[in-house]
């Protein structure tokens, strides 16, 4: 924990935000490792958090989105410098085709985890004041949003398009989540709500609290230990989508295996540097041909996956008020920060409170 200036606003679009949550998640626990991540140019550290809820205390003269006292979330990549650039010119960053852009609280660029913080108002989606409790989960939630927006735009490959213009998109499909983390159980409900047959994929066996969560909402959790992943199909049927949330090479490599027929694998973990491993390459290459799959990774996220993420989360949180508050397991004080960042991974969300 150090002393950091308070940033100001310095241009007629920043905001000034008083930071109200931050969550952590695996990437900042990586970067305590110092495996990933980068401080800004000159600086010999890097304020972590790129999960964050704030409210706006200072506008600057050319604001017209935000006033002082609202919600808002800022999204986590920013725009490389070279003009060059189609995605990043675009605003869509995420595509960023330089390899040069910066991540707030991650790469290159500080992040949220201070009292307050400044940025221009196009990175930052409004939340209205009914999801003040559960905001913070935005933007895990948005790797979903956008994983799901590869997902439609991959499928219009299938001829007859998709469901009936009335219907949710996902009706009569199976999806797989892999993992019961906060994306994957964040990825679950939005699948959920897209009408998927629902199914998470984790080691624990039940019962357990993340299985208990999620079959809540109606979605089957399966233990590996119970169900081999040679078993998965029997059980579930023709596995449409796989919607990995795992970060580990070995379970996703291994459940490529049985994507079924036109299938959409979205992988989204981003796992540490580690030795090779063997794979049934022979069995997964014979598939994805014979089989039209589609493997798509995604990194998030633009600020329409922003938008969408706060339209589903007030759909979670109509729907399931419980079950998406217990995915904030944990709300501590910033003197926590040390077991949430380098002691043992508890709970599903921790979240550290500013106020
Ligand atoms: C963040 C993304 C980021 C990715 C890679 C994730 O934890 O949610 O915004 O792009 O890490 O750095
Ligand atoms: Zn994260």
Request: hydrophobic residues 40%; charged residues 20%; glycine residues 10%.
């Amino acid at each position: 924990m150090l002393e950091h200036p308070t940033p100001e606003v310095s241009h007629f679009h920043h905001v000034k935000i008083r930071t109200l949550d931050v969550g952590i998640c695996g990437t900042d626990r990586e970067i305590c490792t110092f495996v990933y991540g980068a401080p800004p140019g000159g600086s010999d550290y890097l304020v972590l958090g790129h999960e964050a809820l704030g409210q706006v205390v200072e506008v600057g003269d050319a604001v017209s989105r935000f006033k002082v006292g609202d919600l808002v979330v800022p999204s986590v990549r920013r725009p490389c410098a070279d003009t060059r650039c189609i995605p990043c010119s675009l605003d869509r960053q995420d595509f960023c085709s330089t390899w040069t852009f910066t991540e707030r609280g991650i790469n290159q660029y500080h992040g949220y985890m201070t009292e307050s913080f400044v940025d221009h108002e196009k990175f930052l989606t409004f939340v209205p004041p009914e999801l003040r409790e559960i905001a913070v989960l935005v933007e895990p939630l948005t790797v979903a949003e956008k994983g799901l927006a590869q997902v439609w735009k991959t499928q219009q490959r299938l001829p007859w398009g998709s469901a009936q213009a009335n219907e949710p998109r996902g009706k009569g499909l199976n999806a797989l989540v892999l993992g019961a983390g906060p994306v994957g159980i964040l990825g679950a409900m939005a699948l959920k709500v897209q009408g998927f047959n629902t199914f998470v994929y984790s080691r624990s066996k039940k019962p357990n609290f993340k299985a208990s969560l999620v079959e809540s909402i109606g979605v089957e959790y399966i233990s590996s230990e119970a169900i081999s992943v040679d078993e998965l199909s029997r059980h579930i049927g023709s596995i449409d989508l796989v919607y990995e949330a795992v970060g580990v090479p070995g379970i996703t490599f291994d459940v490529l295996r049985v994507l079924g027929i036109n299938g959409v694998y979205v992988m989204t973990g981003i796992p540490a540097p580690k030795a090779p491993i063997p794979v049934a390459a022979s069995e997964i290459m014979r598939n994805v041909v014979l089989k039209n799959q589609a493997i798509v990774g995604t990194v998030n996220a633009d600020a329409e996956a922003f938008t969408s993420a706060i339209r589903d989360l007030g759909t979670f949180n109509r729907l399931w008020p419980k079950a998406v508050r217990q995915i904030i397991t944990g709300r501590h004080t910033l003197d926590g920060y040390q077991d949430l960042l380098v002691g043992k991974a508890t709970g599903i969300k921790n979240v550290i409170s500013f106020e």
